[in-house]
């Protein structure tokens, strides 16, 4: 707990009076004022919306130009769920059988569309 009626003066504890009277400070905008806040607000929310939508925006061009140009090298269509077909399976567990399984699973986890192993 602080105290509020001590203050030092060189390492020396000295008191302070309280205070006699409590005085109250309020600022009031007139309506004009509070219309530009209320405006300034709304483009504050609307500026933090824009930044969301073109982050948004900009990850969802990146992934399609990716998926795309993925798909014109290699004419598959890439996904993760690869591993899950019978020809993703039997891949991985040859080159587990080759390499062992602790690079099988290298480049399962560090492959995002398995292009590595099908490839």
Known sequence: MAYSHICTL????????????????RIEFSTKEREYLETLQTTQSLKNLAYAGSAIGATAVGYLGYKTLHQWLISEE?????????RGRDKVVEIAKEEGILSALWKVATTPTLAGIFG
């Open 10 to 25: 060189g390492g020396v504890i000295i008191p302070k009076a309280k205070p006699t009277a409590v005085h109250l400070h």
């Open 78 to 86: 890439p996904s993760v769920l690869n591993i899950l077909n019978g």
